[in-house]
C-alpha cells in the first residue's frame, strides 16, 4: 500500500510518500511541489494586490490561478515519475491527505485582506486536490489544529509513539524534517 501526505501552503506543498501496512509504514520520498511560479511572484498570492491589499481584477486573478494550475500539473507529474511510483503495483490505488489550516469559507470573512488569504488556502487546496484526482487518486482533507487528536485516535497509538515513528521517517529521509514534513507523514499515514 502506498499513500501520499501533503502539506499545503501558500504557494507550495510538502509530500511525504509512505508505504507498508499501517500497523508498520516506511518513509519512502519527500518533496516539495512549487504550486506558484517563482518568476511570477504575484502566484505565490494570488489574491493579493500588495501592501496589505486585496487584489479586484478578476482577469489578474484568473490570469495568476492559470499559472498555479500549469505548475500544480508539472510538479504533481513530477511527483509522480520519480522512483517510488515505478514499486507502486498494477491496481494498487493510492490514497492522499492534505493537511490545510483552515477550512473556513472565505465569503465569511469580513476583512478584505484576511479573505485574500482564506481564497488563497482554498485555492491551493483545490488544484492540487483536482490534480490528484486527475491521477485517480482519492483524496482526505485534514485541519492541521486537528491532525495530532486525530492520529492518536485513528491510529491506535500514543502521541509518544507517533512521534518515535515520525524521528524514524525523518532520519529515513534526512534534512529538513520540520513540522510541515511531519505533518504530511501524518497526513499519509492516516489515509495508508
Not at 469580513?110 to 490528484?132: K, Q
Not at 497526513?187 to 495508508?192: F, H, P, S, T, Y
Request: hydrophobic share 45%; with cysteine.
Amino acid at each position: 500500500m502506498t499513500a501520499l501526505g501533503f502539506r499545503v501552503k501558500s504557494g507550495y506543498a510538502i509530500a511525504v510518500v509512505l508505504s507498508g501496512p499501517i500497523r508498520a509504514p516506511s518513509a519512502v520520498a519527500r518533496r516539495v511541489l512549487e504550486l506558484s511560479d517563482p518568476d511570477v511572484v504575484e502566484t505565490r498570492q494570488p489574491y493579493h494586490a500588495g501592501m496589505g491589499r486585496a487584489e479586484e481584477d478578476r482577469r489578474e486573478i484568473a490570469r495568476r490561478v492559470g499559472i498555479i494550475e500549469r505548475c500544480a500539473r508539472r510538479s504533481l507529474t513530477a511527483l509522480m515519475e520519480d522512483d517510488w511510483y515505478a514499486s507502486v503495483g498494477p491496481g494498487e490505488r493510492i490514497s492522499a491527505g492534505l493537511v490545510v489550516g483552515s477550512l473556513i469559507d472565505p465569503a465569511d470573512v469580513a476583512s478584505p485582506h484576511i479573505r485574500a488569504h482564506a481564497n488563497e488556502g482554498r485555492l491551493f487546496r483545490a488544484v492540487l486536490e483536482e490534480e490528484l484526482r486527475s491521477h485517480g487518486i482519492t483524496c482526505h482533507v485534514l485541519v492541521e489544529k486537528h491532525l495530532a487528536g486525530r492520529a492518536t485516535k485513528d491510529l491506535g497509538r500514543s502521541a509518544r509513539e507517533i512521534q518515535r515513528t515520525l524521528a524514524d521517517f525523518g532520519r529515513s529521509l534526512g534534512s529538513p524534517w520540520r513540522a510541515e514534513e511531519k505533518a504530511a507523514a501524518i497526513a499519509a499515514w492516516l489515509v495508508l
